[in-house]
Nanobody, 120 residues
Framework: QVQLVESGGGLVQTGASLRLSCAAS????????MGWFRQAPGKEREFVAR????????YVADSVKGRFTISRDNAKNTVYLQMNSLKPEDTAVYYC?????????????WGQGTQVTVSS
């Protein structure tokens, strides 16, 4: 089993930056890839980025490419999502998840979600 605890969300202005953190624990957490998803009101959950614990290979969705960066610190068992140049359209609940791929159904464990609100 994997436990995920998110932090770092908040209310910011357009153009600001936020760094979300996801602390992972559990006996097998490193056996899974890590992903970030987001869900805005009235919309389906959307893939944002993913990373592996081993090689650290990354993949970022086109919708946030160039502004968002995913990274990990294996010593701290933590995955980060650095969000720069935030826009109101980035407003959503952001979820950390453990699993594989770019589809929500491929992820088995989820954090509680953290609200990111970007005001104009």
């Amino acid at each position: 089993q994997v436990q995920l605890v998110e932090s770092g969300g908040g209310l910011v202005q357009t153009g600001a930056s936020l760094r979300l953190s996801c602390a992972a624990s559990g006996r097998t957490f490193s056996s899974y890839g890590m992903g970030w998803f987001r869900q805005a009101p009235g919309k389906e959950r959307e893939f944002v980025a993913r990373i592996t614990w081993t090689i650290g290979s990354t993949y970022v969705a086109d919708s946030v490419k160039g502004r968002f960066t995913i990274s990990r610190d294996n010593a701290k068992n933590t995955v980060y999502l650095q969000m720069n140049s935030l826009k109101p359209e980035d407003t959503a609940v952001y979820y950390c998840a453990a699993g594989w791929g770019v589809v929500a159904g491929g992820y088995y464990y989820w954090g509680q979600g953290t609200q990111v609100t970007v005001s104009s």
